[in-house]
């Protein structure tokens, strides 16, 4: 009862914001392409990455989008430039951040840029003519690039001033929102009735097998009625037709992080985990099957590694001869920045790759179907 007295403030704030929103009380624009925004209402742990990363993938590989211009547009969270960046493959995370480099160098051929300001980004990346005159991108280090056929926006969900065109929100499978609370006695940034403005819910980071009648509990938890498996759609309680769709994280094997890798720590019984993200369990999980993990670093989501962190880990690695090294794909990003790494580390150090994927092709299907033809929609209208 406490909780709630405290955060009665907190809740008003959030109803009158979008109320003023929802009503035309504050401006909101749309950008003159399709955006399609990837985002949660839960502070962090959810996989907006990697999702990034699986819609990207969906639409190089249709005929509608696997020749246009693609970009992704972030705010680049904890960077320390400011104002409108173009991200480059040989940057760095104090730059751009670690989640827009690392999409950069996933995918060279997609423009990635960050700025906080949503609106005037997407005018940027839609007219690249005007980089060399708009004061927001006076710092921006690369103006050559190709104006936008479709944006995608990585964790723009709150950002009311921009409406997207094609709204995909996550819900962590292990921090269900009915259960949750506003931060900071829970996870919540957002209230949950804010899924009703989501074309595509995921429940993220599921088992890799979940029962039907599972999956209608969830449906439930979000107000759909009539959800069927199959199709999976369900009605909210506008009458709005709703797809839900549930996802599982895939890991990868260790990859080498540093050209003087000795492969040969890959297949260590030991190993030293150390990670900067929100929850490691499911990657915990994922290591354990092969390897004991004999020392476990946790710091807060997106930490900028340090001189000192560097030490402990050594330290470690000293009290552990044999044992290998392993990292997220964000954290190699901010390790890479840091510079100066031990040889006796560089040797031993890996990450681990992530990928997200549905826990069915039907699920992916009914995915990329209703994505393309949503967007498809987008050029007749326009």
Known sequence: MLDRIILAPYYLTLKLRHFCYDHGIRKVSTCEV???????????????????????????KSDDWAYEDLAVLSRGHRRASGGFQIVTRD??????????????????????????????GCDLLCHPEKLKTDKRARKCSDA???????????????YRALRAYFNIILVDYNRPTHKDKLLPFGRLRDLPERLGAADIIIVSKCPAFLED????????????????????????????????LFSTIWYSALSPIFEEADPRYAYSQKLILFSGIAKDTPLRM????????????CFEDHHKYTKYDIRRIMNAVRENPTAVVATTEKDCQRILDLGNIPQELKVRLFQ????????SEHEKEVFETSLLDALRCFKKDY
């Not at 827009?100 to 840029?113: D, R």
């Not at 009625?225 to 839900?244: A, H, S, Y």
Request: hydrophobic share 35%.
């Open 213 to 244: 009648e599972k999956k209608t509990e969830w449906a439930k938890v979000f107000g759909l009625e009539d959800f069927d498996p199959r199709t999976c759609k369900g009605t909210d309680r506008k009458g709005n037709e709703k797809i839900l």
């Open 91 to 120: 940057g760095s995370v104090k730059e751009y951040g670690d989640e827009p480099l690392q999409i950069k160098k996933k995918f060279p051929g997609v423009t990635v840029a960050v700025d906080r300001h949503r609106v005037k």
């Open 34 to 60: 399709p955006t399609i925004c990837v985002g949660n209402i839960t502070a962090g742990g959810t996989g907006k990455t990697p999702h990034t990363e699986m819609i990207l993938r969906t639409l190089l």
């Open 286 to 297: 994922y290591l354990c099957d092969e390897h004991k993990i004999v020392k476990r670093f």
């Open 144 to 158: 050559e690039i190709a104006p936008a056929d479709l944006i995608v926006l990585d964790d723009a969900f709150q």
């Open 352 to 359: 681990v790759p992530i990928e997200v994927g549905f826990l």
